[in-house]
Every structure is written in C-alpha cells, then in structure tokens.
C-alpha cells in the first residue's frame, strides 16, 4: 500500500499521531503537498463524509477524523502557502454562527494565503457582527462565509444584510461555500459569489478584488 493510501486509512482510524507521521514521510519522500491533501487526506475524509452520512460511523470518530486531518494539515499548509510576502489583498474568512465545521474553511484560507491575499481567520461559530465589524476595521475587500449544515447557512442572509445596513456593500464582496450551499442559494441571499471547493474559492476572491478577470 502506497504511503498516501496509508495516510487515508489512518485518517479514517482517527489515528492522529500516525497520520502526522505518515504525512511527514510523505513529504520527505518528495510528493507534492496538493497530491498528500487531495489522495490522502480529503480521500480519508471523503470515506469518513459518507460512513457518517450513511450511520455506518458516529460522531466520536468523525471527531477523532477531523483531529487526524488536522495532524496533516498542520505539516503540509506551510509548504501549500506561498513564501514571498506579497499582499493582493485582506480577507476575512469564518464559518458562520452555530456551526463547529472548519475544516473545508481552514482549507480555503490556507489556499488563499496560498495565493497571495491576506487572510483574517476568526474562525468557527461567528456571529455576523464580527464578520462585518473586522471587515470594516481591517479594509478587508472580501468576507468569505462558510457553513455545513443546513441549519445554519440560513445565517449567512444576516451578514449580507449588515453589511447593506452599514453601508458596505459594493466595496465588501462576500463569498459563500460549503457542502449544502449552491451557487442557486448564493443568488438567492445576495452573496457576490458562490465557491464550490476551495480553489474555486481563490478563482472568485481574485475576480471580485480585480487580481484576474
Ligand atoms: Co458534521 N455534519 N455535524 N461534524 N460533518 C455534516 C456536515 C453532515 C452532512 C453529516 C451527515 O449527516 N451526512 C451533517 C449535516 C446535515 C445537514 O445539515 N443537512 C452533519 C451534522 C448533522 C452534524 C451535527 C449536527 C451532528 C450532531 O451533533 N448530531 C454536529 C453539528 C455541530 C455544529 O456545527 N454545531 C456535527 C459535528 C461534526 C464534528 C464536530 C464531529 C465534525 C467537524 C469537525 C471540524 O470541522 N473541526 C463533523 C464533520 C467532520 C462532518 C463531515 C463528516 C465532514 C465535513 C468535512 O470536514 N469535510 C460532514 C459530512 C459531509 O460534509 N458530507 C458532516 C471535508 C471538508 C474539506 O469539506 O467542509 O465540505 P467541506 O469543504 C469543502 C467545500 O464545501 C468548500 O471547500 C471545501 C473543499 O475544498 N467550502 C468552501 C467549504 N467552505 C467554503 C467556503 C468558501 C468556499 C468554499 O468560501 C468562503
């Protein structure tokens, strides 16, 4: 078994420190941080995604899942962000109130700074204030939303709503993304953008800030 098929099995085990391990041989070994993240990794957490959704697999190990793809991704986002200190502009990044996913959002920040923008990261369960307050005091051009479940995405109408309310919109583009959201929904609640994964994420941000047309 090849060492990225290692890495996705130990992941599915929720085996933290032997991910860590494996990732790091795998590093050493010379293969590319994008190939350990989408083969091994995200092949581990998709096992995991449809194991759960399918009852097969329970909340503790999904938890001790997203702490081994933590491990790896710990190791290998250093080597998938840029090294030179150029900024093509400030985003703020989070996933929305009453909402624990992160990792899918931590993914799209690490390809962000990845790409060269500056990336405010407040992290899980904000509420829209914080979105819109940070975005207003930092300069942000973009406030980039995340959510998983379909309880929550809801919230995401409040922050576009602020920022209406506070006169900030035209110049704070917002983008959403996140498993249960599409592109139909991002219309619907008046985001400038919908991302489908996390480099689609990056296309968008360098639309709305004028980097790429
Ligand atoms: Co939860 N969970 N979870 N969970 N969890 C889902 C989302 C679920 C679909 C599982 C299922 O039932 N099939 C389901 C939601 C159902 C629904 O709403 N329709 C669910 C549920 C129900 C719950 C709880 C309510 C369970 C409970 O308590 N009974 C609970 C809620 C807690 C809360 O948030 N308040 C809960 C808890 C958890 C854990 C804490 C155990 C853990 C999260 C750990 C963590 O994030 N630190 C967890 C996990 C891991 C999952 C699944 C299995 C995997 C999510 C994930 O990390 N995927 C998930 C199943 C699934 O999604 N099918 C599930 C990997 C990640 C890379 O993908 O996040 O989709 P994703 O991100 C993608 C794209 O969506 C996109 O880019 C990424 C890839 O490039 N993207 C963006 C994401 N954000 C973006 C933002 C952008 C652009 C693109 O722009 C800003």
Request: aromatic letters at 4%; hydrophobic letters at 50%.
């Amino acid at each position: 078994m090849d060492v990225l098929q290692q890495i996705s099995e130990s992941l599915q085990r929720g085996e933290d420190k032997k991910v860590a391990e494996l990732t790091r041989q795998a590093i050493d070994a010379g293969l590319a941080a994008g190939q350990i993240l989408n083969n091994g990794l995200l092949a581990g957490m998709d096992v995991v995604s449809a194991r759960f959704g399918a009852n097969e697999i329970f909340l503790p190990e999904v938890l001790l899942a997203a702490r081994a793809m933590n491990a790896g991704m710990t190791l290998i986002s250093p080597l998938l962000i840029a090294d030179d200190v150029r900024s093509l502009g400030k985003v703020v990044i989070g996933t929305v109130k009453g909402d624990l996913h992160d990792i899918g959002k931590n993914l799209v920040g690490v390809m962000l700074k990845g790409a060269g923008f500056e990336v405010i990261d407040l992290g899980a369960n904000v509420a829209p204030e914080r979105f819109v307050e940070t975005a207003e005091a930092e300069g942000a051009q973009v406030v980039g939303l995340s959510a998983l479940l379909t309880t929550t995405m809801a919230g995401m109408k409040d922050v576009v709503s602020l920022l209406k309310d506070r006169g900030l919109d035209g110049r704070v583009k917002v983008i959403v993304g996140g498993a249960p959201l599409s592109q139909a929904f991002a219309e619907e609640i008046g985001a400038d953008g919908y991302g489908y994964d996390a480099s689609n994420a990056v296309t968008l941000v360098k639309r709305l800030t004028g980097v790429a047309s």
